[in-house]
């Protein structure tokens, strides 16, 4: 990914220009017979005074450009939520910005420190802490965490209040990949602090992970922001093969089953729990609108594009005296739409990528921008731009190892596609625990789920609706009743799978597996790689 300089190389090549001025005026002064003999010229010391005065004032520029600054809280109280970089060569520091800029952008208050400004006392302080950590050599932190390593990591202190999320930084072809990354994240388990999801693992700049990321972001600052991606995705072209919704009459958000179709016919292959990256785009009836509005041509060809093309896949300009006259230089101002990512609900055998979505609404009531996408505006058997995100983080177990899938809402979408895949391989030591609103209208994919335990496919179905009262409202309280079986499964080597609500279902499942194995017994199984996320 091609990053914009960081401000230490701007300051240093300024400095390195200002210098070279002051060398040739004191050349020149060099060149006058009379420069030392006599009494300095007027001109000689405005000249002085003048490059002091320069000089300073680019300093406290410099200064103030790179100064730690804190946004204040948020009117409802909320206290800003920690950035950490730990950079060897400012990539990781430069990530750290942007991810400012994207909370930023949501309205959530911000605080930036790079790993050595953080003591013991600003994590106790703080509620939430995302961090950023480059791995360099051999497993190796970078240089200035030193004093973070010697000071604050030996401590014994608690941090039940921290929720946080690590970015971590390597390359494959080191042997200890983004170690430094998940000595972070093992330290903070370690002293109470909660994960808000699974560590993020970068590889070599790796713009999917990146991009991943980006969407997390989003998630956290509430989804209010539609940045453009920091790497733009290669797409594939495909198709809408069908879609319906899926809730009619529920009291939750409507939610759709989406059918994609690849446009060449060849359908690529994918593994359980892989994600889709959707490229979203405006419906025509605002392009048309904006095209009325600055009486622009939508047939005109740009690039080999009809224009109607470039602005349904990018933010419409807004403001008339920055759109140019000409469309090749509109098109070369437009920002391409954020992708939006869903988990996939089915396997390769079943000849097309299923997901299940919600149908979100924005403040002013129109639909959101990659829902509003597939479930309003795009066409049946029209293109829906597509790519993979492999995320090997949230791969299947051995067919021989038991399965505790744990999931609410659309979670199941995620869920359903590694059932199908271990129907496929006759694995049937599967537990699927599933929460909605109601079960007339939320049970999804229940015709599915139903035939896969009947066939043996399921062990255990446990199902909760929370509007339909009952002993249990959420699936954090039905697996709460259950601790003892939880237990026998975990002793029996099963996997936990979690797919979900990132505030709210995750981490309240994630305290009864540490009530029901202690905090060692669920380290134990982070640290295995038999308690995974993919929380949204």
């Not at 939610?255 to 060449?264: G, M």
């Not at 029901?516 to 993919?534: S, T």
């Amino acid at each position: 990914m091609k990053g914009s300089p960081s401000r230490a190389v701007v300051g240093n090549v300024l400095v390195v220009a200002l210098l070279a001025v002051l060398a040739w005026l004191l050349l020149r002064l060099h060149l006058q017979e009379d420069w030392w003999l006599a009494a300095p010229l007027a001109s000689h010391w405005r000249w002085a005074a003048g490059t002091l005065t320069a000089y300073a004032a680019l300093c406290a520029l410099l200064w103030w450009r790179g100064r730690t600054r804190d946004d204040a809280g948020s009117a409802a109280g909320e206290a800003p939520t920690l950035l950490v970089w730990a950079s060897q060569t400012g990539f990781a520091q430069q990530l750290c910005e942007r991810s400012a800029e994207v909370l930023r952008a949501a309205g959530v208050p911000v605080r930036v420190r790079g790993l050595h400004q953080v003591d013991a006392a600003l994590l106790q302080q703080t509620t939430r802490v995302l961090l950023i950590a480059s791995t360099t050599g051999e497993g190796d932190p970078p240089d200035h965490t030193l004093p973070f390593l010697r000071r604050v990591m030996p401590q014994d202190m608690a941090l039940p209040q921290l929720h946080y999320g690590v970015l971590a930084l390597g390359d494959r072809s080191y042997g200890h990949f983004c170690a430094f990354g998940h000595q972070l994240d093992a330290w903070l388990r370690q002293h109470g602090a909660h994960p808000l999801f699974d560590t993020v693992e970068v590889d070599n700049a790796d713009p999917a992970a990146l991009r991943h990321w980006q969407q997390l972001l989003g998630q956290l600052g509430g989804n209010a922001t539609e940045l453009p991606d920091w790497a733009p995705a290669q797409y594939q072209p495909w198709q809408l093969q069908s879609r319906r919704q899926e809730n009619p009459g529920s009291p939750g958000a409507a939610t759709w089953r989406v059918s994609l179709v690849p446009a060449d016919g060849v359908l690529p292959a994918w593994q359980a729990g892989d994600v889709a990256e959707i490229g979203p785009q405006h419906s025509p009836v605002e392009v048309d609108a904006w095209l009325a509005t600055h009486a622009r041509d939508g047939a005109a060809v740009v690039e080999g594009q009809p224009l109607r093309d470039w602005l349904a896949r990018s933010h419409l300009p807004v403001l008339p005296d920055a759109i140019p006259a000409d469309d090749t230089a509109l098109v070369a101002t437009l920002k391409p739409l954020p992708h939006r990512e869903y988990s996939i609900a089915s396997m390769p055998g079943e000849g097309h990528v299923l997901l299940l979505l919600r149908r979100l609404l924005r403040p002013d009531g129109t639909p959101g921008l990659g829902s509003g996408w597939l479930c309003d505006h795009a066409a049946l058997g029209g293109r829906i731009n597509l790519r993979f995100r492999g995320n090997p983080n949230f791969h299947a177990p051995a067919p021989d190892a038991p399965l505790i899938l744990i999931g609410n809402g659309t979670g199941i979408a995620g869920l359903r596609a590694h059932l199908r895949a271990r129907v496929e391989l006759g694995a049937g030591r599967n537990w699927l625990l599933f929460g909605e609103r109601t079960a007339a209208h939320d049970f999804y994919f229940k015709e599915d789920l139903q035939r896969w335990q009947r066939d043996g496919m399921i062990a255990r179905l446990d199902t909760v609706f929370s509007r339909d009262g009952g002993e249990h409202r959420y699936v954090q309280d039905r697996l709460l009743a259950q601790l003892d079986t939880l237990r026998q499964w975990v002793r029996d080597g099963a996997t936990i799978l979690v797919c979900g609500s990132l505030q709210g279902m995750a981490p309240a499942v994630d305290a009864v597996i540490e009530q029901a194995l202690g905090r060692e017994g669920k380290e134990a199984l982070i640290v295995a790689g038999r308690y995974r996320r993919d929380v949204y």
